[in-house]
């Protein structure tokens, strides 16, 4: 009787020990919810590092020019040969008549960026008329001058210590009094290629080679992955040369991007001759890149499918083929989709591979197609990094919010499709 009482008692009243396993488990909730604050905290703090860099990026630094179209300076038959850069000189001397060194001169007119005289040029070719007429025309500004006016420069250190000379600070005042000088949506940034000049560079070249290395890896990768996802999973015997396929795939879905760069050299370039830093090679490698995880992924999606799925169409005379093509594929394919997207997203962050084939090129012109030379976003993204302006940091932290936006949608079409398409059993 006093056992039993005493095994009550116990019961009743949990021992040292349960009690110290309570606590254990409320430390380790404790820490788990510590990790994950961290975590939230990190990915916050980096956003905001980003967001705070890149998003003065999107506005751009113009002056107003009062340029005399002088007839004498023109050529009816060759515009072209004009010369519109001592047109915009022009127009700065008559702003500052005081400026006569030679060196305020060359200071005064680096506060214009050199495609001023583009931007006359296109003008005087889509109406001949205004020449003889004096025309206000907004240019851009320096780059310089836009970091001056975004507060990237402090006007408070010494001159030795700063670009802008103090001469120069008077002048952009005198400007900002007259209402010459203002900050506008950076259409350019949106519009125009890589450049050296800071205030000219653009991701639009980046971001139609990216599209067109994804179209060659989507038209690649998806149909081939999906065929070795279906032929493993549903018609291949079980031997030992299955077993062997299967392992190299797990494996390859864990090599690292860099080797597959390599192997394009090897194969795409060195061996088939084909162009270097296009985005038909890029496609190439990066097909080679996302098959394992299509694969994989289209593997899962077709295993999910219940084998009385297969028995009820083959029980009503269905073959093999028309068991899998028409009841078990279409009831895989959303999760077949899902691994698609998540492997292009991870093509499209992809930098390593595509440096290895030679797309870290500087490259201008706008790619017109698949054989051009071309850029991508992030190889774009490494290239800005690594230039010492002040102004490319800012569109690298840009082009980063840009490539961020692409990959968040792509993940978040990937969720959508699996919560829309997914069936319970």
């Known amino acids: 009787m006093k056992n039993i009482e005493n095994t009550g008692t116990s019961l009743l009243h949990p021992t040292r020990q349960l009690k110290r396993r309570y606590r254990a488990e409320k430390w380790f909730q404790r820490m788990g919810l510590l990790a994950i604050v961290l975590a939230l905290s990190f990915i916050a703090f980096l956003f905001f590092t980003i967001f705070s860099d890149g998003y003065t990026a999107f506005t751009q630094t113009y002056i107003e020019l009062d340029v005399h179209f002088a007839p004498e300076v023109f050529s009816q038959e060759k515009l072209a040969r004009a010369n519109y850069p001592g047109l915009v000189k022009g127009s700065m001397r008559s702003l500052f008549p005081g400026v006569t060194s030679r060196r305020e001169k060359k200071q005064l007119y680096s506060l214009i960026s050199p495609s001023a005289a583009y931007r006359l040029q296109e003008l005087v070719e889509a109406d001949p008329k ?19 006016m975004k507060g990237k420069i402090d006007r408070k250190q010494d001159e030795s210590a700063r670009r802008i000379r103090d001469n120069q600070l008077t002048w952009i005042d005198k400007l900002i009094a007259d209402g010459r000088l203002e900050k506008r949506f950076n259409w350019t940034f949106f519009t125009s290629g890589d450049s050296r000049e800071p205030e000219l560079a ?224």
């Open 202 to 425: 653009g991701i639009l070249g980046a971001v139609k080679g990216s599209f067109l290395t994804l179209l060659i890896t989507l038209s690649l990768s998806f149909p081939i992955g999906v065929a070795s996802a279906v032929y493993l999973e549903e018609f291949a015997p079980e031997n030992k040369w299955t077993d062997l396929i299967e392992i190299n795939i797990n494996n390859l879905a864990a090599v690292p991007s860099i080797i597959f760069g390599l192997l394009g050299l090897a194969i795409f370039i060195n061996f088939w001759g084909l162009p270097r830093s296009t985005p038909v090679v890029g496609g190439l490698v990066l097909t080679l890149m996302t098959l394992p995880t299509i694969i994989i992924a289209g593997r899962a999606s077709l295993k999910s499918v219940p084998p009385s799925i297969r028995e009820a169409a083959l029980g009503v005379g269905a073959s093999k083929m028309q068991t899998v093509t028409h009841h078990v594929l279409p009831l895989a394919l959303p999760g077949m989709l899902t691994g698609t997207i998540i492997g292009m997203a991870q093509a499209l962050g992809e930098t390593a591979p595509l440096l290895m084939i030679g797309m870290v090129a500087f490259i201008v012109d706008i790619p017109g197609g698949i054989t051009d030379p071309s850029a991508v976003l992030p190889v774009q993204i490494f290239l800005w990094a690594d230039s010492p302006e002040r102004a490319f940091t800012e569109k690298t932290a840009a082009a980063i919010m840009i490539l961020l936006i692409f990959l968040v949608a792509m993940n978040s079409f990937a969720v959508f499709l699996r919560k829309k398409f997914e069936i319970k059993w």
């Open 130 to 148: 205004i020449i003889g007429t004096t025309k206000k025309v907004w240019v851009l500004a320096d780059d310089d001058v836009d970091m001056l």
